[in-house]
C-alpha cells in the first residue's frame, strides 16, 4: 500500500530522515525510535501532511507529494483516519456529534452506523455527553469511532496512548489491533512492549532506517477517486447550529460584537453626533421663534450709521437701496424657504360669505413666525396668507380656511410723494396658508413677545394689483427671505453685502451659532471617524483573537476532510447567523440603544430610517469579522496546530 524510497527530510540542514525506504502493507505497523529520531516526520510525509521532502513516497501508486489540496481532503475524509495522543476532539461537542464530523461532508449522515460504531467501541451509552466530562481512554475510543466513521482503509495513530495510563492504554491498543485485521494501521510508539510478533516494525535512529517490515509489498490496490465530497450550506448550517449549541458564549459575544460595532458605525454614517450642536440653534429658535432666521430686504430705511453689526437696532439715518430684481433672484434659490412681502395695510376689512371683518390696525409691517395650516402663495394666483388671529374669529380651524374666498379691502400709504397719502385698494383672494404672526423681542434680558394681528401677505400678483390701485409708482415692495438654515442665512446675508445691499436681521447672533456650529461639526467629525474606526478594529481584534484560538478546532475539520473552501463556508453560515442575531438584537434593543446613546452623544439615534441604515452596516461589519476569521483559516497548520505531544 505505503512505498517509501529514498526519502530524505532536513530541517535547517539536519536530516530528520535520511535516505529511508521500505513499504508498508494491510495489518499492524509501528514506527518505533528515540526521541527526535523521525518518526512523527515520516508519519507527515506517508500522511501527505508534509509535502516537501526528498525521494518519494506513494500510496497505492498514487505519490503523496502529487496530492492536491481537493484530493488530500478526499484522503482525509475516506482513505486516512487519524489518532492523536491528545485526541484532539472538539470538547465541547457531544460524542455523537465528534463522531458524526467527517460525515457532514457527505450527503447523507448515518447515524445508524455512527450508533453502531460507538456500540462496538463499548461507548454508546456516551453518546450524548460532551466530550470534556470524559476519562482519556474514553476520550481515545470517541476519537477511534470517529476515524472510523470515514471507514478508511489506514489508521495513522502518533502515539495513542502516551497520555493514558496502563490499563487504558492496552485497551486502546487491542481496539487497534482488532481494527488492523481489515485495515493498514500505522502507530507511532515509544511503548515498545506493545509490539507482537504479528506486526511490522519501522524502527529508525537518528532519521536513519533500523529494521523495517520483512514483507515486501509487490501488489497494490487501486484507488478509486470518484466519491462526491462536498460540504452543502444544509450542512453547513447543520454544523453552525451544533457549534452556537456548544459554544453559545462565543456566539454571543461575536453577535454583540456586530451589533456594537453597527451601532457605532451608524453614529458615524448618520452624522447624528454632528447634528447635536443643532440643539443649541433650535434653543434659540424657541426664545426667538422662527423669525430669527429672517432676512429683511428693505428699499431704504433709517440707519444708526453703517454696517458695524448694528443692524438689528433702531435705525435713525436714511439709507436708500435698489433692491429690484432680489425677489426674482431669491424666490427659486434653494436656501431660501419662503419669501413674504412686507406691505403693511391699514383699515382692513375682510368680507367672507357675506359677512365682513374689521382687522384693528397694529401700524406694524406684517410678521409671520411660521405657517401653522398650507403654504405660502405662489405667483400664478391672487393667493393670501391670514393671520391665525382672524381663522379664529372666523370659528373655524386653520385647516378649513384653506380654500376659502376672501374680499380685502384696506387703506395703503403711498410715499411716492415723500408724504404719506392713504390710498383704498382692495381684492378677492383664496386663503393659502394660516400664519403664526408672534414677534418675539428681548427687552432688558427678558424675551416678551406680541402678535401682529393684521400680517396679511399675498402673492406677487396679488400685491401688484393692490399697489398699482394705490398708484404707487415705485415698483420695489420689501420683503422678508426666511432663509432654510442659520448658515444659508449667513451665506444670503454674505452675498447680498456683496451686492452692496445691506439687510436686515438678528446675524451676530445667527452667525455665532453658525461658527459654533461649524467647530462642531469639524470636531464631531473627527470624533466621528475615530469612533468609525475604532469599531472596525475591534471587530477586526476579536475576530482575529477568536479565530485564532480556534485554529486546533479548524484543524480538527482539516484532518476530517474539510478544505479551506468548506471552512470558508462554514464561516459564511456563522457570521450569517451571528448577524441576523446582531440585527435582531438591534431592532429589538434600539429603545435602550436611544437611551445609552443620548447619555453619551445626546443623540437619539434611531429615529425614522436610521433603524434601517443599522442593518446594512451591521452586515458590512460582518463582511470584516468573515474576512479576519478567513484569515486565521488560511493559517491554520494542521500538524501545528494539533501536535502537542513530545514537543
Ligand atoms: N518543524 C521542524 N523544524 C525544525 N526541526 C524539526 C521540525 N520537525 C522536526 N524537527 C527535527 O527533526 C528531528 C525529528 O523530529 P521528529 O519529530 O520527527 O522526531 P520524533 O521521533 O517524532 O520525536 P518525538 O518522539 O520526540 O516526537 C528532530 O531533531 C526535530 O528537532
Same mark, same amino acid.
Given at each position: 500500500?505505503?512505498?517509501?524510497?529514498?526519502?530524505?527530510?532536513?530541517?535547517?540542514?539536519?536530516?530528520?530522515?535520511?535516505?529511508?525506504?521500505?513499504?508498508?502493507?494491510?495489518?499492524?505497523?509501528?514506527?518505533?525510535?528515540?526521541?527526535?529520531?523521525?518518526?512523527?516526520?515520516?508519519?507527515?510525509?506517508?500522511?501527505?501532511?508534509?509535502?516537501?521532502?526528498?525521494?518519494?513516497?506513494?500510496?497505492?501508486?498514487?505519490?503523496?507529494?502529487?496530492?492536491?489540496?481537493?484530493?488530500?481532503?478526499?484522503?482525509?475524509?475516506?482513505?486516512?483516519?487519524?489518532?492523536?495522543?491528545?485526541?484532539?476532539?472538539?470538547?465541547?461537542?457531544?460524542?455523537?456529534?465528534?463522531?458524526?464530523?467527517?460525515?457532514?461532508?457527505?450527503?447523507?449522515?448515518?447515524?445508524?452506523?455512527?450508533?453502531?460504531?460507538?456500540?462496538?467501541?463499548?461507548?454508546?451509552?456516551?453518546?450524548?455527553?460532551?466530550?470534556?466530562?470524559?476519562?482519556?481512554?474514553?476520550?481515545?475510543?470517541?476519537?477511534?469511532?470517529?476515524?472510523?466513521?470515514?471507514?478508511?482503509?489506514?489508521?495513522?495513530?502518533?502515539?495513542?496512548?502516551?497520555?493514558?495510563?496502563?490499563?487504558?492504554?492496552?485497551?486502546?491498543?487491542?481496539?487497534?489491533?482488532?481494527?488492523?485485521?481489515?485495515?493498514?494501521?500505522?502507530?507511532?510508539?515509544?511503548?515498545?512492549?506493545?509490539?507482537?510478533?504479528?506486526?511490522?516494525?519501522?524502527?529508525?535512529?537518528?532519521?536513519?532506517?533500523?529494521?523495517?517490515?520483512?514483507?515486501?509489498?509487490?501488489?497494490?490496490?487501486?484507488?478509486?477517486?470518484?466519491?462526491?465530497?462536498?460540504?452543502?450550506?444544509?450542512?453547513?448550517?447543520?454544523?453552525?447550529?451544533?457549534?452556537?449549541?456548544?459554544?453559545?458564549?462565543?456566539?454571543?459575544?461575536?453577535?454583540?460584537?456586530?451589533?456594537?460595532?453597527?451601532?457605532?458605525?451608524?453614529?458615524?454614517?448618520?452624522?447624528?453626533?454632528?447634528?447635536?450642536?443643532?440643539?443649541?440653534?433650535?434653543?434659540?429658535? +424657541? *426664545?426667538?421663534?422662527?423669525? &430669527? #432666521? =429672517?432676512? /429683511?430686504?428693505?428699499?431704504?430705511?433709517?440707519?444708526?450709521?453703517? @454696517?458695524?453689526?448694528?443692524?438689528?437696532?433702531?435705525?435713525?439715518?436714511?439709507?436708500?437701496?435698489?433692491?429690484?430684481?432680489?425677489?426674482?433672484?431669491?424666490?427659486?434659490?434653494?436656501?431660501?424657504?419662503?419669501?413674504?412681502?412686507?406691505?403693511?395695510?391699514?383699515?382692513?376689512?375682510?368680507?367672507?360669505?357675506?359677512?365682513?371683518?374689521?382687522?384693528?390696525?397694529?401700524?406694524?409691517?406684517?410678521?409671520?413666525?411660521?405657517?401653522?395650516?398650507?403654504?405660502?402663495?405662489?405667483?400664478?394666483?391672487?393667493?393670501?396668507?391670514?393671520?391665525?388671529?382672524?381663522?379664529?374669529?372666523?370659528?373655524?380651524?386653520?385647516?378649513?380656511?384653506?380654500?376659502?374666498?376672501?374680499?380685502?379691502?384696506?387703506?395703503?400709504?403711498?410715499? +411716492? *410723494?415723500?408724504?404719506?397719502? &392713504? #390710498? =383704498?385698494? /382692495?381684492?378677492?383672494?383664496?386663503?393659502?396658508?394660516?400664519?403664526? @404672526?408672534?414677534?418675539?423681542?428681548?427687552?432688558?434680558?427678558?424675551?416678551?413677545?406680541?402678535?401682529?394681528?393684521?400680517?396679511?401677505?399675498?402673492?406677487?400678483?396679488?400685491?401688484?394689483?393692490?399697489?398699482?390701485?394705490?398708484?404707487?409708482?415705485?415698483?420695489?415692495?420689501?420683503?422678508?427671505?426666511?432663509?432654510?438654515?442659520?448658515?444659508?442665512?449667513?451665506?444670503?446675508?454674505?452675498?447680498?453685502?456683496?451686492?452692496?445691499?445691506?439687510?436686515?436681521?438678528?446675524?451676530?447672533?445667527?452667525?455665532?451659532?453658525?461658527?459654533?456650529?461649524?467647530?462642531?461639526?469639524?470636531?464631531?467629525?473627527?470624533?466621528?471617524?475615530?469612533?468609525?474606526?475604532?469599531?472596525?478594529?475591534?471587530?477586526?481584534?476579536?475576530?482575529?483573537?477568536?479565530?485564532?484560538?480556534?485554529?486546533?478546532?479548524?484543524?480538527?475539520?482539516?484532518?476530517?476532510?474539510?478544505?479551506?473552501?468548506?471552512?470558508?463556508?462554514?464561516?459564511?453560515?456563522?457570521?450569517?447567523?451571528?448577524?441576523?442575531?446582531?440585527?435582531?438584537?438591534?431592532?429589538?434593543?434600539?429603545?435602550?440603544?436611544?437611551?445609552?446613546?443620548?447619555?453619551?452623544?445626546?443623540?437619539?439615534?434611531?429615529?425614522?430610517?436610521?433603524?434601517?441604515?443599522?442593518?446594512?452596516?451591521?452586515?458590512?461589519?460582518?463582511?470584516?469579522?468573515?474576512?479576519?476569521?478567513?484569515?486565521?483559516?488560511?493559517?491554520?497548520?494542521?500538524?501545528?496546530?494539533?501536535?502537542?505531544?513530545?514537543?
Amino acid at each position: 500500500m505505503f512505498e517509501i524510497k529514498n526519502v530524505s527530510k532536513q530541517y535547517n540542514g539536519e536530516f530528520a530522515l535520511n535516505n529511508i525506504s521500505f513499504s508498508i502493507a494491510k495489518g499492524m505497523n509501528f514506527i518505533v525510535g528515540a526521541s527526535g529520531s523521525g518518526k512523527t516526520t515520516l508519519l507527515k510525509i506517508i500522511s501527505g501532511m508534509e509535502q516537501d521532502f526528498d525521494g518519494e513516497a506513494y500510496y497505492c501508486g498514487k505519490s503523496v507529494k502529487q496530492l492536491t489540496p481537493s484530493e488530500k481532503s478526499y484522503y482525509y475524509n475516506n482513505i486516512f483516519g487519524f489518532i492523536w495522543q491528545d485526541f484532539n476532539l472538539l470538547e465541547d461537542l457531544s460524542v455523537l456529534d465528534n463522531v458524526l464530523l467527517p460525515q457532514y461532508l457527505k450527503n447523507n449522515q448515518s447515524r445508524k452506523n455512527a450508533e453502531s460504531i460507538l456500540k462496538d467501541l463499548k461507548i454508546s451509552d456516551l453518546a450524548q455527553q460532551k466530550v470534556k466530562y470524559l476519562s482519556g481512554g474514553q476520550k481515545q475510543r470517541v476519537a477511534i469511532a470517529r476515524e472510523l466513521m470515514k471507514n478508511p482503509r489506514v489508521i495513522i495513530a502518533d502515539e495513542p496512548t502516551s497520555a493514558l495510563d496502563e490499563k487504558t492504554a492496552k485497551v486502546t491498543m487491542d481496539i487497534l489491533k482488532a481494527i488492523s485485521k481489515k485495515r493498514t494501521v500505522i502507530v507511532v510508539t515509544h511503548n515498545t512492549h506493545f509490539i507482537d510478533h504479528t506486526s511490522n516494525v519501522i524502527s529508525l535512529d537518528k532519521g536513519e532506517l533500523v529494521t523495517s517490515p520483512q514483507e515486501v509489498v509487490t501488489t497494490t490496490e487501486s484507488l478509486k477517486y470518484d466519491q462526491r465530497h462536498s460540504l452543502s450550506v444544509k450542512n453547513a448550517f447543520a454544523l453552525t447550529k451544533s457549534t452556537i449549541r456548544s459554544k453559545w458564549g462565543r456566539f454571543g459575544v461575536s453577535a454583540l460584537t456586530l451589533m456594537v460595532a453597527g451601532v457605532l458605525c451608524l453614529t458615524t454614517v448618520s452624522g447624528a453626533i454632528g447634528d447635536s450642536s443643532q440643539g443649541e440653534f433650535d434653543k434659540l429658535i +424657541d *426664545t426667538y421663534g422662527e423669525g &430669527l #432666521k =429672517d432676512i /429683511s430686504v428693505v428699499g431704504s430705511f433709517m440707519s444708526a450709521g453703517g @454696517t458695524d453689526g448694528k443692524q438689528e437696532e433702531k435705525p435713525n439715518a436714511n439709507v436708500t437701496q435698489n433692491i429690484g430684481g432680489l425677489y426674482a433672484k431669491y424666490v427659486d434659490d434653494k436656501r431660501v424657504d419662503f419669501i413674504a412681502f412686507s406691505q403693511a395695510f391699514n383699515d382692513i376689512k375682510v368680507t367672507m360669505n357675506g359677512k365682513e371683518f374689521s382687522i384693528p390696525s397694529t401700524g406694524s409691517a406684517p410678521v409671520i413666525n411660521k405657517l401653522v395650516a398650507g403654504k405660502m402663495p405662489t405667483d400664478k394666483a391672487n393667493e393670501v396668507v391670514v393671520p391665525d388671529g382672524f381663522v379664529q374669529t372666523l370659528g373655524i380651524s386653520n385647516e378649513q380656511a384653506i380654500g376659502k374666498e376672501i374680499h380685502f379691502s384696506s387703506k395703503i400709504y403711498n410715499w +411716492d *410723494t415723500g408724504e404719506p397719502v &392713504l #390710498k =383704498d385698494a /382692495s381684492i378677492t383672494a383664496t386663503i393659502v396658508g394660516v400664519a403664526d @404672526t408672534t414677534v418675539y423681542y428681548e427687552y432688558e434680558g427678558k424675551v416678551s413677545e406680541y402678535s401682529v394681528t393684521d400680517s396679511f401677505f399675498f402673492s406677487k400678483v396679488a400685491l401688484d394689483d393692490l399697489r398699482r390701485q394705490a398708484e404707487m409708482k415705485n415698483e420695489n415692495i420689501n420683503f422678508t427671505i426666511r432663509a432654510k438654515t442659520p448658515a444659508d442665512m449667513i451665506s444670503i446675508k454674505d452675498e447680498l453685502n456683496e451686492a452692496g445691499i445691506v439687510p436686515l436681521g438678528r446675524f451676530e447672533l445667527v452667525e455665532d451659532i453658525v461658527r459654533l456650529n461649524a467647530q462642531t461639526i469639524e470636531q464631531s467629525g473627527s470624533a466621528n471617524a475615530i469612533i468609525g474606526i475604532l469599531s472596525v478594529v475591534i471587530v477586526i481584534a476579536i475576530f482575529l483573537i477568536t479565530g485564532f484560538m480556534r485554529t486546533r478546532e479548524f484543524a480538527i475539520y482539516k484532518v476530517s476532510g474539510f478544505r479551506n473552501l468548506h471552512l470558508g463556508l462554514l464561516n459564511l453560515t456563522e457570521r450569517m447567523t451571528e448577524t441576523v442575531t446582531a440585527i435582531l438584537v438591534m431592532l429589538i434593543a434600539s429603545p435602550l440603544i436611544n437611551v445609552a446613546t443620548k447619555g453619551l452623544f445626546s443623540i437619539n439615534l434611531f429615529h425614522s430610517n436610521l433603524l434601517f441604515t443599522g442593518v446594512p452596516l451591521i452586515a458590512l461589519v460582518a463582511v470584516a469579522a468573515y474576512f479576519t476569521t478567513t484569515i486565521a483559516i488560511l493559517n491554520t497548520h494542521t500538524i501545528k496546530a494539533l501536535k502537542t505531544g513530545d514537543r
